[in-house]
C-alpha cells in the first residue's frame, strides 16, 4: 500500500511538473525544398507576426498565447502541399523546438494562366446535403476543370456547414472536408469561414485559448487550418479572412461583417511583402457593401486594398449573386451559393442556378469569368420568362402583372461591360433594359425579383410561403433582371448577351411553371434522415 501511495504521488508530481513546465519562448523553423535547400524569402506567420525567411531558409518570431498555428504563404513557384487531399501549409503549435516546412517547386516555375473556382455557402445541414454535394456540385466541378484546362485551384467562401441556432452541424465538416478532397474536385481546395461554421453552444468549445471568441471558431481551424491565411500563384496573391463578428455570445444568429485590429495589421504585414504589381484576391464570406462605410476595421481593409494597383473581393453570404464596384477602384464579386436555396431546389432565391464561379487569371488580370451553373451547360447564363406568366404551386402563387406585351430576362451573371441583343423573328429588334432593383412580397407582382425561382421555392416547396422570418430567405432581390418591351408581341424570340471578354450567350426558351421539373426541382432524397431525427 506504501509503494502504491507512493507511486501515485510520485506521478501526480511528475503530472504538476509537466503540466508546469513552460512553452517555449520561440516560434521557429526551416523552410527548403525537396532537394533539402533552404527557401529564401518565404512569408512565415502565426495570425500575428509575419516575417521572411532569412538566405538559410531560417525564420523565428516571440510566441504568444493567442497563436494556435504557424504557417507559410505559399510561394508562386512551388505546388500547393496536399495531405489528405487537402492543402497543407500549417503546423499546429505545441511543445516543439521547431516548425519545418519541405515545399516542392514546380516543374515550369509560377503559373502564369491558371483557373480559380469560387464556392459560396456549400451549407451543408443534414446527411443529404453532403450527399448532393457529393454526387451534383463536386462531379460537375472535376469534370469541368477539365474542360477549362491548365492548372486549377479553388476556394470556398464560408458557410462550409450550416450551424444554426444552438444546433450544431460541425460533425458535418469532416465529412465535406473528404468531398472536397484533390482527388474528387481534381484541384486543391482552400476554405474560408462563415457565420454558420461556429461551434455551438459555448459549453462545447475547448478551453485552451485566451479568449471566447477565439475558442468558437476553434473547432473549424481543426479541421481545415488558419482562418486567416495567404497564397500566391503566378502574379496573384490570394488572401482568406475570417471577418464574421458576434454581437453577444448567446445570441449566435446576431453577428455582422467585421475585422479585429488584430487582423487589419495582420494583412497590413502580410501585403508589406507582395509586389504593388501583383492582384491580390480578399476572399470573405460576408459582402463589403453595406458595411465598409460603418465599421471601421472595415474601411481600413477597403482602404489597404485601394491602395494597391490591383485589387478584388470576393464573397458570398446572401445566396444571390452580384457585381459591385468601389470608387477607389475596387470590385467585388458577390457569389451564388453552392447550395442554392439551401438545397430545396436546383436554384438560389434569385433565380441563379446552384453553382459555382470560375475566373480565368493570366498574369495579374482576370481574363474571363464565368457563373456555371450545377449539372447545366456552360451557356445556361439566363431565362426569359413572358411578363404575364403566373408560376407556384400549392402553398402559393404569383401572377406577374408586367403585361403580355413584354418580357423579363435573368441575366445571373451580368456585370459592368456586358452587352444585349434582341431578336422578333429573327431581326435585331432592340436592347434589354435593366430594371431597377425591387424588395416588394405582395401584389402587383412587377418587380424585379425572379419570380419563377420564387414560384418554385414558396409555392411549391413551402418554404418561407407563411411570410415569417425567413420568407426573405426565399424572396431575395434580384440585381440582374431586364426587362424588355415586344413590338410583336407575337414574335418568336432570341436574346443574346456578350460578357466582357466577348463570350457570346443566347437563350430563345421562355421558361414557364412547366420547366419546374427540370430545372428547379432536386433529386428525391429525404429530407431528416431517421438517424438524425
Not at 473528404?178 to 462545447?204: R, S
Request: hydrophobic share 35%.
Amino acid at each position: 500500500m506504501k509503494k502504491f501511495v507512493l507511486f501515485i504521488s510520485g506521478l501526480a508530481a511528475s503530472v504538476l511538473l509537466f503540466a508546469a513546465k513552460p512553452l517555449p519562448s520561440e516560434v521557429k523553423g526551416t523552410v527548403r525544398d525537396m532537394e533539402g535547400k533552404p527557401v529564401t524569402g518565404v512569408v512565415v506567420s502565426d495570425g500575428y507576426h509575419v516575417v521572411l525567411t532569412d538566405s538559410q531558409g531560417k525564420y523565428c518570431f516571440p510566441r504568444i498565447p493567442e497563436a494556435y498555428y504557424v504557417y507559410i504563404s505559399i510561394p508562386g513557384e512551388f505546388k500547393v502541399p496536399l495531405r489528405q487531399g487537402q492543402p497543407c501549409f500549417f503546423k499546429k503549435l505545441e511543445d516543439r523546438p521547431e516548425y519545418n516546412f519541405t515545399l516542392e517547386r514546380l516543374k515550369n516555375g509560377p503559373e502564369k494562366e491558371f483557373n480559380l473556382f469560387l464556392i459560396a455557402d456549400p451549407q451543408c445541414q443534414w446527411a443529404w446535403h453532403v450527399r448532393r454535394l457529393a454526387t451534383e456540385a463536386i462531379p460537375d466541378m472535376k469534370v469541368y476543370a477539365k474542360k477549362c484546362k491548365g492548372p486549377d485551384y479553388a476556394i470556398t467562401l464560408g458557410d462550409i456547414a450550416y450551424s444554426e441556432g444552438h444546433r450544431n452541424t460541425n460533425y458535418l465538416l469532416t465529412l465535406i472536408r473528404d468531398e472536397f478532397a484533390a482527388e474528387k474536385t481534381g484541384m486543391p481546395v482552400f476554405q474560408t469561414i462563415g457565420n454558420h461554421d461556429f461551434e455551438y453552444p459555448l459549453t462545447a468549445v475547448e478551453s485552451a485559448s485566451p479568449t471566447i471568441s477565439l475558442r468558437r471558431h476553434r473547432y473549424f481551424e481543426d479541421i481545415f487550418g488558419p482562418a486567416n491565411y495567404s497564397f500566391n500563384r503566378g502574379d496573384v496573391h490570394i488572401v482568406s479572412m475570417h471577418n464574421v463578428c458576434f454581437e453577444g455570445f448567446g445570441a449566435p444568429g446576431k453577428y455582422h461583417g467585421d475585422f479585429t485590429d488584430e487582423q487589419v495589421k495582420w494583412l497590413e504585414k502580410d501585403l508589406e511583402f507582395v509586389p504593388d504589381d501583383k492582384l491580390v484576391i480578399l476572399c470573405v464570406h460576408i459582402p463589403f457593401e453595406n458595411i465598409y462605410q460603418k465599421e471601421p476595421n472595415v474601411g481600413r481593409v477597403m482602404d489597404i486594398l485601394g491602395a494597391r494597383k490591383h485589387a478584388r473581393i470576393v464573397s458570398g453570404h446572401t445566396h444571390t449573386i452580384k457585381h459591385l464596384h468601389y470608387p477607389n477602384g475596387v470590385s467585388e464579386f458577390v457569389a451564388g451559393a453552392m447550395s442554392g436555396c439551401w438545397w430545396w431546389s436546383k436554384n438560389c432565391a434569385d433565380g441563379a442556378p446552384n453553382g459555382y464561379a470560375v475566373w480565368k487569371i493570366k498574369g495579374n488580370e482576370v481574363v474571363s469569368d464565368i457563373y456555371k451553373g450545377q449539372n447545366f451547360k456552360e451557356d445556361y447564363q439566363m431565362r426569359i420568362y413572358r411578363g404575364d406568366a403566373e408560376f407556384g404551386g400549392e402553398f402559393e402563387r404569383f401572377k406577374l402583372e408586367h403585361g403580355a406585351g413584354s418580357i423579363l430576362v435573368n441575366v445571373w451573371n451580368w456585370d459592368e461591360g456586358w452587352r444585349s441583343e434582341v431578336y422578333e423573328n429573327g431581326k435585331l429588334a432592340g436592347t434589354l433594359e435593366k430594371m431597377p432593383t425591387s424588395g416588394e412580397f405582395t401584389p402587383p407582382y412587377n418587380g424585379s425579383k425572379d419570380w419563377w425561382a420564387i414560384g418554385y421555392n414558396v409555392g411549391v416547396v413551402g418554404r418561407g410561403h407563411s411570410k415569417g422570418s425567413t420568407r426573405n430567405n426565399y424572396c431575395s432581390k434580384n440585381y440582374h433582371m431586364f426587362k424588355y418591351e415586344l413590338k410583336d408581341p407575337s414574335a418568336k424570340v432570341k436574346v443574346v448577351v456578350y460578357d466582357k471578354s466577348g463570350k457570346k450567350f443566347s437563350c430563345s426558351k421562355i421558361t414557364t411553371a412547366a420547366d419546374y421539373d427540370d430545372l428547379a426541382r432536386r433529386p428525391e432524397y429525404p429530407v431528416i434522415p431517421g438517424w438524425e431525427e
